[in-house]
Every structure is written in structure tokens, then in C-alpha cells.
């Protein structure tokens, strides 16, 4: 039946009871309700619906009509209560951000006129054009996005080169800058060693060991995996070389890449001992033996790390950093449990890992390999769970723990399998909590191989510092209780799984030999890259959302860029638009 | 290539330059037929683009009847269906002829309408009177009392006015109007209550003074009292006189004029002319009286979308606190967010109306149809909605989007027209 409430003098503005009124006919028991002020027109529509009641008759303009069609009496004074609790607490709580937000490059750059630096996450066939409407904005970019074709790398570099700008990837996963974490980036204490690498989790790896050691981080620049490539030439790394030597904070400088093309190579070592710096250089799967004049050869990503902190503290460097630290665990396997899996979600680390245990199996890896295998040899395996292959309509294995937890089942049914050897990488933009969600598949394998009467050991390292919003000290605790062996670097765990299994790696001992003469560079530096290392960035974000996060909280500045394509991706739209400018 | 111009972005920073110098005064109330002469014969205006009888919604074709009742060319409704399916009665577009209507839009010779003179241009627009809520002839209801109120209209509301305003002498300044209105919580279309009390705040000294009856005068303004979007005609007059003097500088990707007809969305931009650009009618999301929802509401109609081409209306959500929550159930930040994504297609702020829940940023100012097609940003129109079924009147009020597909036929149209690209081959 109907129940007719008239709260006289109680005006409320439309818009407000009509959205009251959906929120009241939610309510469990009320067959129909609208609440109206009870003005002339309104009671015609109250008529209209059937809800028309005598007591409406005497409601005046200002009077609030409620009219309740229900089966149960005792719902009035529970629709009374909600009535009143609505109308008391109408603000609308929304989280403020603080930052902009844009669909359209003239709007960043009105938003932000000073910025200098736009990250780009748009979908790889996009990437280009936008990168080069940032560097037409006398913008530096960091292209996060894959999938962008060498030649339109090499156009968009050197565009860039001649602007006086920086190119950081495509393909690049982190960078810091000024103290600003970009992209998937850690956080860390600033201090005067300048990273600059052609590899995300290998420029991840340096720099939180080299915060573990105590000392900091002036900018990491990361190059994206092709810049050594002889078709690029090195221009983002030849730049960055350059910038990191002329900033004056910066006292060491620090090289991580895979082997690039030899005459590559030969200019960017040129350079390296040209510099008044010293330099420590790791070619990821080469083993120097020697350190050269200036320049310093590390074997592993620790060992770059380690090398580096040295020499900021004006410490004699050793000839190797490479000693397996720590007990090696005792261990009770299966005559059968020979081997390790490395199962990994950088891959620069699952690469270095490959390369360790080759090494220690006298296997030459230096052959092609399987699609998605870094090392499979003997019942050795390392992958790279973030590999294309894997991540076809998945989530990176950095943010989502599926993937890892099907090959770690997939590992323990290997009846040759002993160790599982796996990275935890923390920072902005990887998982919030990593170990607790690899957690649950650890103990399920545990408690299923202990059933079998035999041991499975989890091996691992946690990439990251006690200052990334995921916490270092919490993930590794959560790790070690549920049983797995933490080593602090890569290379620890790698050593420290070999020597389980009883295998050691040949260490290399290293001594300075004097290189040959080169002429001290004439080294210029844009004023673009010189203000991009001296003050923090000012950010368009073109895409993921997720990068603003990292910057807003390390005091920079940035405007998010909902980026759509141009004209949806329409291609006859898109070539009017370009004829009617 | 532009005329006179040397880029589009000129062209199109002329045209918007017009709509800010633009002087619109209201001048009189007349009957239509007066001013409008395509309405001396069995004609009628209607909303949108050009439409037949048989593609009309049912609100627009009750309209229709209502009007056919209103004119006296029928005797009963089925009498007047009979007419206007057997094509007896002309329609034409209100667009065409310097008016612009509400929802249906249907005008015919005697329904009184404003007159808003653009001083700046020199040029008319006219628009019918609001009616109020509930039944009435824009949703399309036809009733008795709906062609009494119309007869009253003619009878004693327009020359009331009319003698009001030649009392006043020289028109009463609209934009004045509307730069306080906008800073009292109006965006003239969804709200126009600060608009409509100044409005009776203006006229009501003037209304006193004339010789009309004391009864008709009481009732005159109880009307205006009552009828809280009286000035939402007025806006539409005003954004069409303004406009219209804006689109004679035939160059550039502005757009000119927003409308539909619960079929057709269409659309001009300055460079084509009165070329209309058309694509299928969204239907409008919102909130509900109840016993409606949202499979009941009236595909999208009204002329009145030339609010929003002038720059307010939807574009200028931010300025009206009170409505904002039609967008969705947010609050301001989503107005924020509603009318700063309307300024990623807009060229410029209007510095006439400033508004202070923006930081003072002037309201928006020329949509690009470039900018639409670029970023895929649709104009957002307030707006109220119809009963699909004429007669039924309001069921609710929302927000539509303008068609992207509109904007983008009319510059493929224009780069066509000037030759930088051929002609699309349908296959």
C-alpha cells in the first residue's frame, strides 16, 4: 500500500531526489518510491505514475513529498532513517589527485609548460609518432612501448641527436632520473654514481646492490635493448655517456649492456677512456679478465655494483667481487635431483643466471636457443617468464604471479629438478606484494614433494630497496618463512644453488693493465640534457596511468595524457586531419 | 585556399572572434508568421535537420498534432494525423529560417516567438516561448489544456511581453544576462533558473507600466514566476543570432550549429555553409522520474544543442554545481573533468562569461571539428528526456553525445571542398 510523508519546508533540489529516490527504491521491501517536492507539476507526475495519495493534496512547493508503496509498515521508518542519512551526508567524496589530466599534447604542454620529459606507453605502432611530437615539443623521451621498428628508432635518435635531446629506449622499463623513478623503476638514496645501460632489470639489479652497499645512484639512463645495435650506433648511450660525464655529481659512471656490434663497441670504449671518470662496464656473457686504464670490467651485476661503490669511496678495487658469500645450505636430495630451474621475470637476470650456470656445467650457451629458454641444457633450465611468448594477452610476470606459479609446478614435476631459482623484483609498477602472492604455489609444491619423501628447494633473490613501496625487509621475511633461500644479489643465488649441488665457477682474478693512448674528448652537452640531469623532470605521461605515481611521489612534476589513437586509428581521418592543419 | 586567411586556425580564430563580439538584445515577442514568412502557409517548423513525417519520433509527431489543433486546420487529432501523414502540411527545418526550437521544435504561424537581435551583426533569431513542465507541446502532448496554454501564449504572454519590452526601448542586453546568470549556477540549458529570475527581475518594471489588464498582467508574471527554464529559449535565440552572424565567414573547421530531430543528429561547420552533416541520434543517458527508465527515453531532439555550440549547456557543466550530478552520480570533480575535457576540443575561452567555479576561465569557445575527430572527444549536450510515446511528456533529464561521425563527414566534406584530398569511393 501506499504511505504518504510530507517533510514540510524541507526543499531539496531535483536532481538531489532523484537520486535519492533510486538509492530508496534499492531497499529490500519497497515496491515503488518517489520523492518529490510537492509542487503543481510534480503531482501530475506523481499521478502519472500511480502514486498519487490525499495527503499529497495540502503539500505546498517547498514541501518534501515522499511516497512509499510497500507491503510493510515498520519499512517507513527505516526509508525515514536513509532519507535523512542521505540528505545529511550529500558530499561526494572523490580522491583528489594532483596531478592533470589531458587528451591532447597542446593540453599537456598548457597544463605543464615547462615540461621536458614525456614517457610513452602507447601501443608499439604509435610510439614513434608520438615520441616525435614530444622531441618536436623540445621534449626527452623515455619510450617504455615495445614493438617500434629499428628504423623509425634510429629517425626518432637521431631527430634528437641533432635537437640536443635524449632517447631513452623503446623497450626501456626503467630510468632514474634526478632522483625520479620512471617507469618500473626502485627507489634509492641519490648519491654520485650515473648508471646508463641498454637493459631494464641488469640497470635494476646495479643499482639497488649498489644501495645495499651504501652508496647512491645520480641517474640511471636506460638506452633500450638496441641502442649498441650497429644500426642505431650507440647515439642514446654515446649521449648519455657524455651527459653523465660532464654532471658534476656524478663521479662514477656505470655501463651495463649485452656485447654490442664491434664497431660500436670500439666508439663507446673510445669514449669510456677518453673520460677524466673513472667507468665500470659490464658486457653481460662476456668474461674479461683484465680491467683497462680507466675502465673497469665487472663479470657479473654484482660485481659492477661492487666495483663501483669502491671506487666512490676511493677504496683500492680487488681483483674479484665474485666470492660465493655465505653458508651453502645443507641440502638431502634424490640421487635423481641434479638440476636447477631459473625461472625468471627479469630478464636480464634470468640472462646472467643462464650465463653462471653455464659456465659452472661447461656448457657453451652461446648457440641459438629454444623460443623462450635462456638455458636448457641437461636438465638446466633458465626462462624468461617475461618474454613475449609468455605474456600474449598476459599480464608481465613482474605484475602477475600465474605464469611463474604454473612453471614452478611445471619445474617441481621434473624429477631431476632439485633447486627452483626465481627473482623477486620490487619498485613502482610491480606487484604490491609479489612474495606474498608466490607464497601459496611454494608451499603447495613443498608439501606435495614432501609427501614424495624428497626436498624441493626455492633459491631467490629480491631485487629492490628498503625505500620501494613494497619493502624490501617485509617481502624477503615473508619469503624466508615459507621457507625459501634468500641470497642479496643475483649472482649469490646463482653461486649459492650451484655449490648446493656441489658445482663450482672458476673465479677471475683481474688486474689493471694500462690501455692504450686516447686523446682526452672534446665533450659537449646540449643544455636540454644538462637541465635534465640537474633538476627534477617535469613529466607528460603518455598512457599508463600508473607511472604518475612514481613521480608525484619523488617530487616531480607531471600531466597524465589519456592517450587514444589519433581519430580512433582511422587512417582516412588521420590523413584529413594532417592536410587540414 | 580560406578567403582572406591564410590558415584554418585564422579562419577559424575569425569566426570565433564574431561569437565574443556578438551584442544580442531581446527586441520583442511577435507571432511567428510576422517574421518567419514561410510560416503564412500549412507549415511547420520542426528541430533538426530535414526530416519526413514518417521518420519523426512520436513526440515530435504529437507536436505536430498539437500544432495542426493549435492553427485550426484540424478539428480533432485524427483529423490532423490524416493530414500530416497525407503530406498536406510543409515541413521545414527551424535552422532554415533563422529560428531555432526546443525538443520537437514545432513552431507554426501563430505561436508567439522571441526576437534576438545581434546588434554586432545585425541579424534576428527567433525562438518559441517555454512552456513549463508536464504536458506540453514540445514532448509532444496535444491535449486540451496543452492548445489552451498555446492560445494563452498568443493571446495575452506574447504581447504582454511585446508591449513590455517596447516600453524598454532598445531591448533588454542578454549578454549581461548571461554573464551573471553563469556566475549564479547556470549553463542555459539543463539549469536556467538565475537566468529566467533576472530575466523576470528585468521585465517585471516594464510589464507594470504597460496597459495591459491587471489580471493578464498578474498571470503573466505567475508565469514567469513558475517557469524556472523560461530563459533557455531566450539562450537558444540568443546562441542561434550569434552564431549565425559568426558562420558568414564561410571558412574554417568551427562548428556553426548543433541540432537534432530524434532521428538525425546534424551538424555545420563554417567552411561548408548550411551544409548539414548528419548520423543516427544517440539516445540520452540520466536520471529518471519513477516509474520511467531508461528503455522509454525519446532518441535525442531539439534545437537546443546550439547552446552548446555557443559554448555553454553541456560544454560549460562546470558552471552549474546543481546539475553536475546528471553526468553520472559524481560530483564537481566530474564537471571539472566534463568541461575540461570539452576544452581539448574547443579553440578558445569566451572571456564574456566567466565562470567562478573554473578558476574565472571563460566559458568554452568554438568547438573544432578537427579537434573532435582528432581526440574522439564528442560535444557532451544536457538535456532533457521525452517518453518515447507522444504525450507522455518528461521522464527525466541527462546528458546525450553529439556523434563523432558527424564531424567527421564534415571535414572529410571540407578537405574535399578544397580539393586536399579525393573523394572516399563507397564500394
Known amino acids: 500500500m501506499l504511505y504518504t510523508i510530507v517533510k514540510q519546508n524541507s526543499y531539496q533540489d531535483s536532481v538531489n531526489l532523484m537520486l535519492l529516490t533510486n538509492k530508496i527504491s534499492t531497499m529490500e521491501g519497497i515496491n515503488k518510491v518517489q520523492i518529490m517536492m510537492g509542487t503543481p507539476a510534480n503531482k501530475d507526475i506523481l499521478k502519472a505514475a500511480d502514486l498519487y495519495t490525499e495527503e499529497l493534496e495540502g503539500a505546498a512547493s517547498n514541501d518534501m513529498c515522499i511516497v512509499v508503496d510497500t507491503d510493510s509498515d515498520e519499512k517507513i521508518q527505516e526509508v525515514l532513517e536513509e532519507v535523512d542519512n542521505y540528505l545529511s551526508n550529500q558530499a561526494i567524496s572523490g580522491s583528489k589527485e594532483t596531478f592533470e589530466t589531458v587528451r591532447s599534447w597542446d593540453k599537456a604542454t598548457t597544463a605543464l609548460p615547462d615540461a621536458n620529459l614525456a614517457i610513452i606507453s602507447t601501443p608499439g605502432q604509435y610510439a614513434a609518432e608520438e615520441a616525435e611530437k614530444a622531441i618536436d615539443r623540445d621534449m626527452h623521451v623515455l619510450i617504455f612501448s615495445d614493438n617500434v621498428s629499428i628504423e623509425d628508432e634510429r629517425r626518432i635518435k637521431e631527430k634528437a641527436h641533432e635537437k640536443g635531446l635524449l632517447v631513452m629506449g623503446p623497450d626501456c622499463g626503467t630510468a632514474v632520473v634526478s632522483g625520479v623513478p620512471l617507469a618500473f623503476a626502485n627507489v634509492m638514496k641519490t648519491g654520485k654514481i650515473g648508471v646508463i645501460g641498454a637493459s631494464g632489470t641488469g640497470i635494476q ?124 645450505p645443507a641440502v638431502e636430495l634424490k640421487p635423481e635431483q641434479k638440476t636447477i630451474k631459473g625461472l625468471y621475470s627479469g630478464g636480464t637476470l634470468g640472462y646472467e643466471a643462464a650465463t653462471l650456470i653455464s659456465r659452472g656445467i661447461n656448457y657453451d650457451n652461446t648457440g641459438e636457443h629454444e623460443e623462450g629458454y635462456l638455458l636448457n641444457a641437461n636438465g638446466f633450465e633458465v626462462i624468461d617468464l617475461g618474454d613475449d611468448i609468455y605474456t600474449q594477452g598476459k599480464p608481465h610476470p613482474m605484475i602477475d604471479p600465474e605464469t611463474r606459479v604454473q612453471y614452478f609446478q611445471k619445474a617441481a614435476q621434473d624429477e631431476s629438478t632439485a633447486i627452483i631459482l626465481f627473482d623477486v623484483v620490487l619498485g613502482y609498477g610491480s606487484h604490491e606484494d609479489m612474495a606474498g602472492a608466490l607464497i601459496p604455489g611454494i608451499e603447495k609444491i613443498q608439501k606435495e614433494a614432501q609427501a614424495n619423501g624428497k626436498n624441493i628447494y626455492f633459491l631467490a633473490t629480491v631485487c629492490g630497496t628498503d625505500q620501494d613501496p613494497q619493502g624490501i625487509d617485509e617481502q624477503k621475511a615473508k619469503l624466508e618463512k615459507a621457507g625459501v633461500i634468500l641470497r642479496d644479489s643475483n649472482n649469490q643465488a646463482v653461486l649459492t644453488a650451484l655449490a648446493m649441488l ?38 607528460v605521461n603518455v598512457g599508463l596511468k600508473k607511472f604518475t605515481e612514481a613521480i608525484t611521489a619523488n617530487g616531480g612534476r607531471v600531466v597524465q595524457y589519456d592517450w587514444r589513437p589519433v581519430a580512433g586509428g582511422n587512417p582516412r581521418m588521420r590523413k584529413i586531419l594532417s592536410v587540414l592543419r | 585556399m580560406y578567403g582572406q586567411f591564410k590558415t584554418i586556425d585564422e579562419a577559424n580564430r575569425a569566426v570565433i572572434d564574431k561569437v565574443v563580439s556578438g551584442a544580442p538584445f531581446l527586441v520583442d515577442v511577435v507571432p511567428a508568421k510576422s517574421v518567419i514568412k514561410e510560416l503564412n502557409g500549412k507549415v511547420l517548423l520542426h528541430a533538426g535537420p530535414p526530416i519526413k513525417w514518417e521518420n519523426m519520433t512520436s513526440p515530435m509527431q504529437g507536436s505536430c498534432v498539437g500544432a495542426t489543433l493549435f492553427e485550426g486546420w484540424a478539428s480533432n487529432a485524427d483529423e490532423a494525423f490524416k493530414m500530416l501523414e497525407n503530406g498536406e502540411i510543409e515541413f521545414i527545418p527551424c535552422h532554415h529560417v533563422n529560428a531555432v526550437g526546443p525538443m520537437g521544435g514545432i513552431t507554426s504561424g501563430n505561436m508567439p516567438v522571441l526576437v534576438v537581435e545581434n546588434r554586432d551583426g545585425g541579424n534576428q533569431a527567433y525562438c518559441t516561448l517555454n512552456e513549463g513542465i508536464g504536458a506540453v507541446l514540445r514532448f509532444g502532448a496535444y491535449s486540451e489544456e496543452v492548445i489552451n496554454r498555446l492560445g494563452w501564449f498568443r493571446d495575452v ?46 521585465i517585471v518594471p516594464y510589464i507594470l507600466q504597460t496597459d495591459v489588464d491587471d489580471k493578464d498582467k498578474q498571470d503573466v508574471i505567475q508565469f514567469l514566476a513558475d517557469t524556472d527554464q523560461f530563459f533557455l529559449n531566450i539562450a537558444m535565440a540568443t546562441s542561434k543570432a550569434i552564431m549565425d552572424t559568426a558562420r558568414e565567414i564561410q571558412h574554417g573547421t568551427v562548428v556553426t550549429a548543433m541540432c537534432r530531430n530524434g532521428h538525425e543528429f546534424g551538424i555545420r561547420i563554417a567552411g561548408m555553409g548550411d551544409q548539414w552533416f548528419t548520423a543516427p541520434v544517440n539516445t540520452p543517458q540520466g536520471l529518471f522520474f519513477t516509474g520511467y527508465d531508461q528503455d522509454m527515453a525519446c532518441p535525442d531532439m531539439g534545437d537546443s544543442a546550439i547552446t552548446e555550440t555557443f559554448g555553454v549547456g553541456g560544454m560549460a557543466m562546470i558552471a552549474a554545481p546543481g546539475v553536475t550530478r546528471f553526468v553520472g552520480a559524481g560530483g564537481m570533480d566530474d564537471a571539472v573533468t566534463t568541461s575540461n575535457d570539452m576544452m581539448e576540443i574547443c579553440i578558445d575561452h569566451n572571456p564574456n562569461y566567466s565562470i567562478p567555479t573554473w578558476d574565472f576561465k571563460g566559458s568554452c569557445l568554438g568547438i573544432d571539428a578537427r579537434k573532435v575527430v582528432e581526440t574522439g572527444i564528442e560535444p557532451v549536450i544536457n538535456t532533457g528526456i521525452a517518453h518515447k510515446e507522444a504525450g507522455v511528456g518528461q521522464i527525466g533529464a541527462g546528458t546525450v553525445r553529439a556523434p563523432l561521425a558527424c564531424f567527421e563527414k564534415a571535414i572529410d566534406a571540407y578537405a574535399v571542398k578544397l580539393g586536399l584530398i579525393e573523394p572516399e569511393v563507397n564500394e
Open chain 2, 157 to 202: 504572454l506574447g504581447p504582454t511581453l511585446s508591449k513590455a519590452l517596447q516600453v524598454k526601448g532598445d531591448g533588454l542586453n542578454v549578454n549581461v544576462a548571461i554573464a551573471k546568470a553563469i556566475t549564479m549556477g547556470d549553463e542555459f540549458h539543463q539549469r536556467n533558473i538565475a537566468g529566467s529570475l533576472i530575466f523576470l527581475k528585468d
Open chain 1, 205 to 328: 639489479e646495479v643499482t639497488t646492490e649498489i644501495d645495499r652497499l651504501g652508496a647512491g645512484v645520480s641517474h640511471a639512463i636506460g638506452t633500450g635493448g638496441r641502442d649498441l645495435n650497429d644500426k642505431i650506433g650507440a647515439i642514446t648511450m654515446l649521449d648519455g655517456i657524455k651527459a653523465l660525464a660532464q654532471h658534476s655529481q656524478t663521479e662514477v659512471i656505470t655501463l651495463i649492456s649485452k656485447p654490442p656490434a664491434k664497431e660500436v663497441r670500439d666508439e663507446v670504449v673510445n669514449l669510456l677512456q677518453s673520460l677524466s671518470k673513472p667507468v665500470v662496464a659490464i658486457f653481460l656473457g662476456e668474461e674479461p679478465h683484465n680491467h683497462e686504464g680507466n675502465v673497469y670490467y665487472a663479470n657479473t651485476l654484482e660485481e659492477t655494483a661492487a666495483i663501483a661503490v669502491d671506487l666512490v669511496k676511493g677504496n683500492t678495487i680487488k681483483p674479484n667481487y665474485n666470492t660465493l658469500q655465505g653458508e651453502v
Open chain 1, 502 to 539: 656441489d658445482i663450482q665457477i672458476e673465479e677471475v682474478q683481474k688486474e689493471v693493465v694500462a690501455a692504450k693512448e686516447t686523446a682526452t674528448a672534446e665533450i659537449t652537452v646540449s643544455e636540454a640534457i644538462e637541465k635534465l640531469l640537474t633538476e627534477k623532470p617535469s613529466v
